[in-house]
């Protein structure tokens, strides 16, 4: 059974940082696409970032410089790193798995693309 739990969420003043992780479990295909979606109050649920196995990287381009993606492997660990905060990144965030995927799909923000979800973790950044 394939599981994703998010944690290290929290309430941050702007400008802070915080770092997300994505622990996944029962998986045991080497391709996959791992990413980070987001979904404030009141909106959708919108892809922030995206990796696969070789490490690729895709990234939402309104939030380019601020977050950054990445894994480790050895523990089956996803990441986000948010630096530069802002009251707008207030949202509850997901760590999503599509398998089989030898690399992340082009639009890979599309939600319908992944299998497998996590049940999120909270962000709140205060002004």
């Known amino acids: 059974q394939v599981q994703l739990v998010e944690s290290g969420g929290g309430a941050v003043r702007a400008g802070g940082s915080l770092r997300l992780s994505c622990e996944v479990s029962g998986y045991g295909s080497a391709n996959y696409c791992l990413a980070w979606f987001r979904q404030a109050p009141g909106k959708g649920r919108e892809g922030v970032a995206a990796?696969?196995?070789?490490?690729?990287?895709s990234n939402a381009d309104s939030l380019k410089g601020r977050f950054t993606i990445s894994k480790d492997s050895a523990t089956n660990t996803l990441y986000l790193q948010m630096n530069g905060l802002k009251p707008e990144d207030t949202a509850m965030y997901y760590c999503?798995?599509?398998?089989?995927?030898?690399?992340?799909?082009?639009?890979?923000?599309?939600?319908?693309?992944?299998?497998?979800w996590g049940q999120g973790t909270q962000v709140t950044v205060s002004s």
């Open positions: 999503a798995l599509e398998r089989a995927q030898y690399s992340c799909r082009e639009k890979w923000y599309l939600l319908t693309w992944y299998d497998y």
């Open positions: 990796i696969n196995a070789d490490g690729s990287t």
